[in-house]
């Protein structure tokens, strides 16, 4: 932690709302006086509704939680119609190929290709609730399919296209879909990638899906099965017209699946009003976004970041959201500063991994080109480290820009513990204070709350609009997932998984998990999952998956393996390559073991509890400090230890 505080530069811009941290404070006393009628409030001045709610929250299921009960809305009529009248020839989204390829679409053209798109879809027998998958690339396109399912009703679950066939066949399972979109493939750094194959062989064996929506991307040869149809083609023949369905507020917006401490990944199911609120409220109060402003978040639609922050904020709030196909560093280094001065860009939103990686392949890179339309810098998925915080600064920023260090999670919908834009004094590497509404506190398991630098648990005490609402088809997952671990004056609270800090100030700094989770570049993945996935080769005994520091994604994945039978290690190497082939198979190149050790067995309890503790801090080089001598075998520790060596 650093005491270090920077002042945003308030001669850059005043935020409309929070010019000063008096005025978020009064946000902050306006919740705690009135909290549902602040939500109310808030719910009738920024969302458009075909019918007003009965009643703001309904906490009798808790934690059940219903939010503005009875209204009716409809999330692509909040993200397109409503802003036609004043905004039909605005960008909505301003689109580049890996190739340099652009596009843009006005907000009318977005109207009009949703609805195509909406109508396609009513022509397979899509109706409202039913569940589409979308195995999509940054294109256009997966923008108007996510729209195209609100508008209907149909329930989207995106899948990331970086995830493996029996990854991306486990989603469509469990989500029972009837529809998949994807496109025949795509391009990343020059070179084209199929995803079509990856859908087929996913599909083997399964029958809920009648049928798979195909965009010709690439252009290249593609196997064509009986379901499958040429977006293509049919989107030629369809009306522009199509009336928005009328949703309750509490109707399943989407899934997204998320990997969890235990191997099935959970499917985050988010509600319609709620969650589109927050959105807006969010791309409003933390990267201010103006009417005529051009964002930019460099995330994929397969992960929450880019659903909140590329589709559903952007456009609720009614900006102009660039969507890019490449990768930051392709052709060059200077490929986003490039972008960021040609389409005039006012807020970039990255990763910390990202942030990284183009101060080590370009530190000099930004000051070539003209960044002066910048006004916000944001960073996403893990806590930013004090020099990468830096360099985003003083090199990307000009010591001008603030920057919003995010803390959300795919649960939570949109962002919850920030600094806001020319309001909150900074410390590099610290998420700073909750948005007002969210009640975000750390607490031990009894509800106390911890004092300065005190690690405890990272919970949010009271409901918000935007929250999980349950895990698809696992209600009983849900609770024990989020609402069994700590409780507040006798009532379980939204627990995290995260581990916090206050400082001296009140300042939150977030010190990570607590669970079996690793996060690499910003995406979560269970251990339980990866070492499945391991424990497949038919060498391997035992495997305990751990999370290791890296420079550029944060967190690696260290593996510990202990083998059958210990005369293969003659064959490390290509047993290794084997191990991350199952993996890749598996989940996909973001699972990639960055470093293996076989071991002569694992550190476990004497009820057979592997102490994942110990591992994580050898892995990071760290003195054991904790007792060894209850394990089942202390000497495996010391073997370990210089097995790592």
């Known amino acids: 932690m650093t005491n270090n505080i920077f002042y945003p530069h308030k001669e850059i811009f005043k935020h409309p709302e929070f010019k000063n941290m008096c005025e978020y404070e009064d946000k902050v006393k306006e919740f705690e006086k009135d909290y549902e009628g602040t939500w109310a409030k808030l719910a009738k001045e920024k969302l458009t509704w075909f019918k007003d709610f009965d009643k703001t929250l309904d906490e009798s299921n808790a934690p059940f939680y219903k939010w503005f009960v009875n209204g009716k809305i409809n999330v692509s009529y909040q993200c397109i119609d409503r802003h036609l009248e004043t905004k039909k020839n605005q960008a909505a989204i301003i689109w580049e190929g890996d190739n340099g390829e652009k596009k843009v679409y006005t907000y009318l053209d977005l109207y009009k290709e949703t609805n195509k798109f909406a109508n396609l879809l009513k022509s397979f027998g899509v109706t409202k609730g039913d569940r589409v998958v979308l195995y999509m690339p940054m294109i256009p396109e997966a923008t108007f399919a996510m729209l195209a399912c609100a508008r209907i009703g149909a329930i989207h679950s995106v899948v990331f296209g970086g995830f493996s066939a029996e990854a991306l066949k486990d989603r469509i399972l469990d989500a029972k879909a009837k529809i998949v979109i994807t496109a025949d493939g795509a391009f990343r750094k020059g070179k084209p990638y199929m995803l079509k194959p990856v ?88 990267f201010d976004l103006k009417p005529n402003d051009t964002y930019w978040c460099t995330a994929d639609i397969g992960w929450i970041t880019g659903h909140t922050y590329i589709v559903y904020g952007p456009l609720a709030a009614g900006g102009t959201t660039l969507m890019f196909e490449g990768v930051l560093t392709y052709p060059d280094s200077g490929r986003a500063w490039k972008m960021i001065e040609e389409h005039r860009v ?58 919003v260090d995010t803390w959300w999670q795919t649960e939570t919908g949109g962002h919850m513990i920030t600094p806001l834009p020319s309001a909150t004094p900074i410390k590099p590497g610290c998420a700073t204070f909750p948005l007002p509404g969210i009640f975000a506190e750390i607490i031990d398991e009894n509800g106390n709350k911890m004092e300065s630098d005190e690690k405890g648990l990272l919970c949010i005490t009271k409901p918000w609009p935007s929250m999980i609402r349950t895990i698809w088809g696992d209600s009983e997952r849900f609770v024990n997932s989020y609402f069994g671990t700590a409780k507040k004056d006798g009532k ?26 690793i996060n690499v570049s910003g995406h979560r993945m269970g251990t339980a999952e990866i070492e499945a996935s391991i424990q497949k080769h038919p060498d391997v005994a035992e495997v305990a998956v751990v999370g290791k520091p890296d420079e550029i994604t944060g967190e690696a994945i260290f593996a510990y393996i202990v083998l059958k039978n210990s005369e293969n290690l003659g064959e490390e190497v290509e047993l290794i390559k084997a191990l991350n082939n199952i993996v890749k198979r598996d989940i996909g190149n973001i699972a990639k073991i960055s470093d293996v050790v076989f071991v002569p067995g694992l550190p476990k309890t004497r009820s057979g509890k592997v102490m994942r503790r110990i591992l994580r801090a050898i892995a990071k080089g760290e003195e054991i400090k904790q007792d060894t001598s209850t394990l089942e075998d202390p000497s495996v520790v010391e073997a370990i230890i210089n097995a790592v060596k």
């Open 199 to 286: 859908v087929d062989k996913a599909l083997e064996g399964v029958e809920c899906v009648e049928k798979v929506i195909v965009v010709e991307r690439n252009n290249e040869d593609i196997k064509w099965n009986e379901r499958d149809v040429s977006y293509n083609e049919l989107i030629q023949s369809q009306s522009s017209k199509c009336e928005a369905e009328i949703m309750d507020s509490e109707d399943p917006l989407f899934l997204l699946y998320t990997s969890g401490s235990t191997g099935k990944p959970k499917g985050v199911q988010h509600s319609t009003a709620g969650y589109i609120l927050w959105a807006q409220l969010t791309m409003e109060w933390v």
């Open 492 to 517: 379980p609270v939204y627990f995290s998984g995260d581990g916090a800090i206050y400082d001296e100030d009140g300042y939150i700094w977030i010190t990570g998990r607590v669970d079996d989770v």
């Open 346 to 403: 006012n807020q970039f939103y990255t990763a910390p991994t990202a942030i990284r990686l183009l101060h080590k392949m370009g530190a000099n890179e930004p000051k070539k080109y003209d960044l002066s339309s910048l006004r916000i810098l944001g960073t996403v998925g893990e806590p930013i480290d004090p020099p990468a915080w830096k360099w985003y600064y003083e090199e990307v920023g000009q010591n001008r820009c603030s920057i």
